[in-house]
């Protein structure tokens, strides 16, 4: 990962095409004033059970040109045994992008957000953690020609459990009003290996200047005993822009 990284910093500048419907995120921000509001469908698959977000809402609001703020959370549906729903966790964020590609040579980021629970009944059905948890990750996006790339790695702390590291790689490439979009990533790892390495593809479609499609869909690369392989993930929403 590391001679990656180094390489993000000799590259051209970069616009950068991370987040929704993607997991790796970027440094971008909606601008002073401006939200994006973002509410889709998911899925993840795991053959014994599967976990549905109906609807997961995901609100960013712009702070001056660098900062955004952030408010997530889902309805999670799951079928281990029997359906069961409830509210999920919240994830509570900052987002400030330090660095433009224009001064640094790369737009670079760091992301620090809270995941907070939201309902007891939740986390004895499964659907939702019980204990609260930090992430810290950092952003950076560059290109390389034609092609955008973001890379995000960080770690997730959490109360009375031992901490996991979070990594993904994505690029995209701009075709009219539509991105097309790919990126691997792993979102629990207990140390810099890959046990639980996920691939997907997707892209967004600019229907108007207040509006976008969002659409990705994979799957899992490898597993482990605690978190099985995924067969297939799914996001499917818009993207509200004001």
């Keep these: ?13 970069a616009h950068g095409q991370g987040g929704p419907p993607l997991v790796t995120d970027d440094p971008g921000t909606p601008g002073p004033g401006h939200w994006e509001v973002n509410v889709a469908f998911t899925l ?12 997961l809402v995901d609100a960013n609001y712009g702070v001056g040109e660098r900062l955004q703020l952030k408010l997530e959370i889902p309805w999670v549906v799951g079928t281990d045994g029997q359906d069961a729903s409830g509210l999920g966790n919240a994830l509570i964020g900052v987002k400030w992008r330090f660095c433009d590609a224009s001064e640094c040579g790369a737009a670079v980021g760091i992301y620090p957000q809270v995941e907070v629970p939201m309902s007891s009944r939740s986390a004895a059905l499964g659907l939702a953690d019980g204990k609260a948890s930090v992430l810290l990750p950092v952003l950076i996006q560059r290109d390389f020609g034609p092609v955008e790339v973001n890379v995000e790695a960080g770690y997730t702390f959490r109360s009375g459990q031992s ?13 009219g ?14 140390s810099l290996s890959t046990p639980g390495l996920n691939w997907d593809a997707g ?20 597993g482990s005993a605690g978190d099985p392989r995924a067969r297939a993930l799914v996001y499917l929403g818009g993207q509200f822009l004001f």
Excluded at 44 to 55: L, M, V, Y
């Design 1 to 13: 990962m590391f001679p990656f990284l180094v390489a993000l910093a000799s590259a051209a500048p």
């Design 44 to 55: 993840d698959d795991r053959g014994a059970f599967q976990t549905f977000e109906t609807p």
């Design 163 to 175: 901490g996991q590291w979070f990594w993904g790689v994505a690029l995209g490439h701009s075709v």
């Design 177 to 190: 009003d539509f991105e097309l979009l790919t990126e691997v990533f792993d979102s629990g790892a207990s």
């Design 203 to 222: 892209a967004r479609w600019r229907a108007s200047s207040h509006f976008v499609v969002l659409f990705s869909a994979g799957t899992g690369l490898s």
